[in-house]
């Protein structure tokens, strides 16, 4: 059968079918670039079962008592520094002489949330610092703080409280050493979120152990010197994160006042009441460096301590004191720090006049 000679249908189903492809192969190649990007999803008619509602909820469930109990459980934090320094006047005399000191430092805490707004800490410093020339000088220091109580009912408030007990002991010096027991309380709030302000009350007994009280004829007692002291402060601070050289700069200022009672009668030598005032500022400079820095001028007014000299009021002294630092974190263990700290004490009292400059550098591991 020729070309010519081919039925009709065949004609019409050859031109159908072609006319399908031609008319319908754009369209398919329009669509498969979509089908292709678009995710598979179970259809919106696809239904959980109960089993898995249950099971999904549990697993949730499960992630969240985890993560309660975690917050709750008892942490560890320590730390421990080798520090050398050197002091121009470190008997704080008008006599200068200058002199190197090595010190090691220990701290360890003890935390715990014990609610969801209440937690505890339990911590230890200790202290040993030694001279190469001045041995008076040298101490061994240990604070102790059982107990620390903080409530944070939100982010606007915090209220603390802790009891430390401390102890002071030089071997060459030995009427400096002492213990002492120290309650504190704090109050805080934070305000727009970049500021905040905070009072604080402390009061402590520092018995001396081998010094004695004298009487207001100068002659020692049987009785060890006994101060009691009773302390306030209030503190404002500001963040400020951008905009400036350190980022998340820390400014605050602090006003102290506190009163220094002494069972010591001669003269009543060290009664006296102090009003200090210091501005600070912190922030950091790169991710691994942050600088500080402070001022602070101190009056100290003895309530009867009289001065040498024919008019003999009551002894003043007036503290200026700069100190400025700089800490770089080397990695998540190690850091180093270097610091420097001058005091000028000025005074009716010429005798108690000094300068004192203190240069150190620390290294210090947390684990």
């Not at 249908?9 to 669509?31: E, I, K, M, N």
């Not at 993560?67 to 942490?75: I, L, Y």
């Not at 421990?80 to 805490?109: C, I, R, W």
Request: aromatic residues 14%; contains cysteine.
């Amino acid at each position: 059968m020729t070309a010519k000679s081919k039925p009709r249908w065949l004609h019409r189903v050859l031109a159908a079918v072609t006319c399908l492809l031609f008319s319908s192969t754009p369209a398919l190649w329009a669509q498969e670039p979509q089908e292709r990007e678009r995710p598979e999803l179970p259809p919106l008619t696809a239904q959980v079962s109960p089993e898995q509602a249950l099971a999904a909820i549990k697993r949730r469930a499960q992630k969240i008592l985890e993560a309660r109990r975690a917050a709750r459980r008892v942490k560890f934090y320590g730390e421990l520094s080798q520090v050398l320094g050197y002091e121009t006047n470190p008997a704080t005399a008008s006599s200068h002489k200058g002199d190197t000191y090595f010190e090691e430092d220990a701290y360890a805490m003890l935390s715990k949330k014990l609610t969801p707004t209440v937690s505890w800490e339990g911590s230890y410093y200790g202290v040993y610092l030694q001279y190469l020339d001045y041995g008076d000088g040298d101490y061994t220091s240990h604070t102790f703080t059982p107990l620390k109580l903080k409530w944070q009912p939100g982010r606007m408030w915090r209220v603390e409280s802790w009891l430390d007990y401390d102890l002071n002991y030089y071997p060459t010096a030995k009427d400096s050493g002492y213990r002492q027991f120290k309650t504190t309380s704090r109050i805080r709030q934070n305000l727009f979120g970049t500021a905040f302000h905070q009072l604080q009350y402390e009061f402590f007994e520092r018995d001396y152990m081998t010094k004695n009280a004298r009487d207001g004829a100068g002659n020692e007692t049987f009785s060890d010197r006994v101060d009691a002291r009773h302390r306030l402060r209030y503190k404002v601070g500001a963040t400020v994160r951008e905009a400036l050289p350190l980022k998340n700069a820390l400014f605050t200022v602090e006003n102290d006042v506190y009163r220094n009672d002494s069972n010591d009668a001669r003269n009543d030598f060290y009664d006296y009441d102090v009003w200090k005032i210091t501005s600070a500022v912190n922030g950091s400079a790169t991710k691994k460096l942050s600088f500080n820095g402070s001022f602070a001028f101190e009056r100290k007014n003895y309530r009867e301590r009289p001065v040498t000299g024919l008019v003999a009021p009551a002894r003043y002294d007036d503290k200026y004191t700069l100190a400025s630092g700089a800490t770089y974190n080397l990695n998540k263990t190690w850091r180093a720090a270097a610091a420097l700290n001058f005091d000028h004490l000025g005074s009716n009292e010429s005798t108690g006049e000094y300068d004192n400059m203190k240069y150190s550098l620390t290294v210090t591991a947390q684990f």
